[in-house]
Nanobody
C-alpha cells in the first residue's frame, strides 16, 4: 500500500508562484511514474503533469506548458511541481498519484485509471 502526502499549496495572486511536493512511502520499490492531477469545484479531476521514474520523460497538459515544471528526487521518494505565472483558473485541489500498475501515466490521463491518491492540497489564485 502506497501512501502519498502532498504539501505546498496556498493562496497567491495571479502571476505568482508555488511549489508543490508529494512524498511517497509504504513500498520498498518506488520505480514508477508519478504525476499531478487537479480538481476545481464542480469540475472533473484533470491531468496536469507526470514524470517517469528516471525523471527524463515528462508530460504536461497544454494549459500548463511553459508555466509548470515537474521534477523528482528519488532518494526522497518525492516529486515536485513548480508552478509559475499562476492564473485564477489554476485554482483547484491538486492531487498526486503513482502509476504502480504501469498504466502509462502521462499518455494515459484518465484519473479513474489510478488507484493511489494523496489527500490533496488547495491552490487558490486570486486576480
Amino acid at each position: 500500500q502506497v501512501h502519498l502526502a502532498e504539501s505546498g499549496g496556498g493562496s497567491v495572486q495571479a502571476g505568482g508562484s508555488l511549489r508543490l511536493s508529494c512524498a511517497a512511502s509504504g513500498r520498498t520499490d518506488m520505480k514508477y511514474a508519478m504525476g499531478w492531477f487537479r480538481q476545481a469545484p464542480g469540475k472533473e479531476r484533470e491531468f496536469v503533469a507526470s514524470i517517469n521514474w528516471s525523471g527524463i520523460t515528462t508530460y504536461y497538459a497544454d494549459f500548463v506548458k511553459g508555466r509548470f515544471t515537474m521534477s523528482r528526487d528519488n532518494a526522497k521518494n518525492t516529486i515536485y511541481l513548480q508552478m509559475n505565472s499562476l492564473k485564477p483558473e489554476d485554482t483547484a485541489v491538486y492531487y498526486c498519484t503513482i502509476d504502480d500498475d504501469d498504466h502509462g501515466l502521462g499518455l494515459t490521463r484518465d484519473p479513474k485509471t489510478f488507484a493511489s491518491w494523496g489527500q490533496g492540497t488547495q491552490v487558490t489564485v486570486s486576480s
